[in-house]
C-alpha cells in the first residue's frame, strides 16, 4: 500500500502540471519542488531546491521577454545546472537562448538540448508526459532506487535524467528508463558522487528508531 501511495502522489503531481506544460512554455517538472512532502528526501539543500525554482521562474520569464510565443522551452534546473528542451525556429534563437539563460542569477552551468525544428504536437507532449510518469513509477517500484533523488524531463521521446547520485544509481535508473515503452534515448545530466558521499547525505535514523 506505501508503494501505491507513493506512487498515486506522483502520477497526481504529474496531472497537475501536465495543464500548465501543455497550454504555455513552462517545463514539466516532477520532482521534490513539485511533491512538497518529498521535499525533505531531496538531495539538494533546501536552500538550492528554493534556488533552482528561481531559477526556472526567472529563466522562464525571460525567454519569454527576449523570444515571445516563436519558441517552445521547458526549463530545468538541477544544483544550478539548467537544462533546456523544446523547440527553436532556427539557430540564432537558439544561441540567444542560451544567451539569456546564462544571463540568470545563480546559473552555474547550461545544457542546451533544444531542438531547431517546429513545436511539437499536443499528442507528443501528452505522450513525452506520460512517459516521465512511467520512469518516476518505475523508480518507486525500484527497491534499490531513491526514485526522488532524480529530476526526470522527456522530450520527444529523449528522457534526461537529472540529479546528484552514484554510479550505481545511475546506471539503475538507466536500464529502469530505457525499459519503458515509448522511451526511444536516455541522456544523463546528473552529478556523480561516491557512495560515501551518499551516506553522508542520507538521513540519520533517529534514537527511537535505532532502539527498535
Given at each position: 500500500?506505501k508503494t501505491?501511495?507513493r ?17 504555455a ?5 516532477v520532482g ?12 539538494r539543500?533546501a536552500?538550492t531546491?528554493i534556488e533552482d ?11 519569454r521577454e527576449?523570444l ?13 545546472q539548467?537544462?533546456l ?10 544561441q540567444l ?15 542546451n ?10 499528442t507528443q507532449?501528452?505522450?513525452d ?6 520512469v ?6 525500484a ?7 532524480f529530476k526526470v ?8 535524467l537529472m540529479?546528484r547520485?552514484?554510479?550505481?544509481e545511475a546506471e539503475?535508473a ?7 515503452s515509448?522511451?526511444?534515448?536516455v541522456?544523463?545530466?546528473l ?11 542520507l ?7 535505532t532502539?527498535?
Open positions: 500500500m501505491s501511495h506512487k498515486l502522489l506522483l502520477l497526481l503531481a504529474l496531472s497537475a502540471t501536465l495543464g500548465a506544460g501543455l497550454s512554455c513552462a517545463p514539466l517538472i521534490g519542488a513539485v511533491v512538497g512532502s518529498l521535499m525533505a528526501t531531496d538531495r539543500t536552500g531546491q525554482e528561481g531559477i526556472e521562474l526567472r529563466a522562464a520569464s525571460r525567454i527576449h515571445g510565443g516563436r519558441v517552445r522551452v521547458g526549463v530545468t534546473s538541477y544544483n544550478r539548467v537544462l528542451t523544446g523547440e527553436v525556429p532556427n539557430a540564432q534563437d537558439k537562448l542560451e544567451q539569456v539563460v546564462a544571463r540568470v542569477e545563480n546559473v552555474r552551468a547550461i545544457v538540448e533544444v531542438g531547431i525544428l517546429g513545436q511539437a504536437s499536443l507532449r501528452s505522450s508526459a506520460l512517459v516521465t510518469g512511467r518516476k513509477a518505475g523508480m518507486v517500484d527497491k534499490d532506487l531513491f526514485a526522488n533523488a524531463v522527456t522530450e520527444r521521446g529523449t528522457v534526461y540529479g547520485v552514484t554510479q550505481r539503475r538507466t536500464d529502469i528508463a530505457r525499459s519503458i515509448g522511451v526511444q534515448k541522456v544523463r545530466v552529478e556523480i558522487i561516491s557512495e560515501e558521499e551518499l551516506q553522508a547525505l538521513p540519520k535514523p533517529s534514537a527511537n528508531e532502539r527498535k
